[in-house]
Protein backbone atom coordinates (compact mmCIF):
# COMPACT_ATOMS: atom_id res chain seq x y z
CA UNK A 1 0.00 0.00 0.00
CA UNK A 2 1.50 3.31 -0.89
CA UNK A 3 -0.61 5.34 1.54
CA UNK A 4 2.34 7.24 2.86
CA UNK A 5 3.83 8.34 -0.20
CA UNK A 6 0.16 9.49 -1.45
CA UNK A 7 -0.25 11.21 1.80
CA UNK A 8 2.77 13.26 1.58
CA UNK A 9 2.21 14.23 -1.88
CA UNK A 10 -1.14 15.54 -1.26
CA UNK A 11 0.17 17.69 1.57
CA UNK A 12 -1.45 15.84 4.18
CA UNK A 13 -0.37 14.92 8.11
CA UNK A 14 -1.77 12.46 9.61
CA UNK A 15 -4.49 14.14 11.64
CA UNK A 16 -5.35 15.95 8.51
CA UNK A 17 -6.11 12.64 6.60
CA UNK A 18 -7.47 11.04 9.45
CA UNK A 19 -10.31 13.93 9.58
CA UNK A 20 -10.70 13.69 5.58
CA UNK A 21 -11.18 10.18 5.98
CA UNK A 22 -12.67 9.62 9.54
CA UNK A 23 -9.92 6.27 10.05
CA UNK A 24 -8.35 7.09 13.50
CA UNK A 25 -4.70 8.47 13.72
CA UNK A 26 -3.39 5.13 15.36
CA UNK A 27 -4.53 3.16 12.78
CA UNK A 28 -3.45 5.21 10.04
CA UNK A 29 -0.14 5.12 11.81
CA UNK A 30 -0.48 1.27 11.88
CA UNK A 31 -1.39 0.95 8.10
CA UNK A 32 2.02 3.23 6.89
CA UNK A 33 4.28 0.85 9.14
CA UNK A 34 2.68 -2.63 8.42
CA UNK A 35 1.55 -1.87 4.95
CA UNK A 36 -2.03 -3.40 5.39
CA UNK A 37 -5.49 -3.28 6.38
CA UNK A 38 -9.23 -4.37 5.91
CA UNK A 39 -10.68 -3.16 2.60
CA UNK A 40 -13.16 -0.67 4.10
CA UNK A 41 -10.42 1.46 5.88
CA UNK A 42 -8.83 1.36 2.26
CA UNK A 43 -11.42 2.39 0.50
CA UNK A 44 -12.24 5.24 3.55
CA UNK A 45 -8.44 6.38 3.10
CA UNK A 46 -8.89 6.44 -0.12
CA UNK A 47 -11.74 8.90 -0.57
CA UNK A 48 -9.92 10.97 2.46
CA UNK A 49 -6.97 11.14 -0.33
CA UNK A 50 -9.19 11.73 -3.20
CA UNK A 51 -7.50 8.58 -5.32
CA UNK A 52 -9.43 5.40 -6.44
CA UNK A 53 -8.53 1.86 -4.54
CA UNK A 54 -6.61 0.87 -7.21
CA UNK A 55 -4.28 3.82 -6.87
CA UNK A 56 -3.71 3.53 -3.24
CA UNK A 57 -3.50 -0.46 -3.12
CA UNK A 58 -1.48 -0.91 -6.24
CA UNK A 59 -3.12 -4.27 -7.13
CA UNK A 60 -1.61 -4.14 -10.53
CA UNK A 61 2.06 -4.92 -8.39
CA UNK A 62 0.34 -8.39 -7.29
Do not use: H, N, W, Y
Not at 4 to 32: F, H, M, N, Q, Y
Amino acid sequence: MKLREIRKAKGLSVPALSKASGVPVRTIEDIEKRGDCKVSTAKKLAKGLGVTLDELCDFSQR
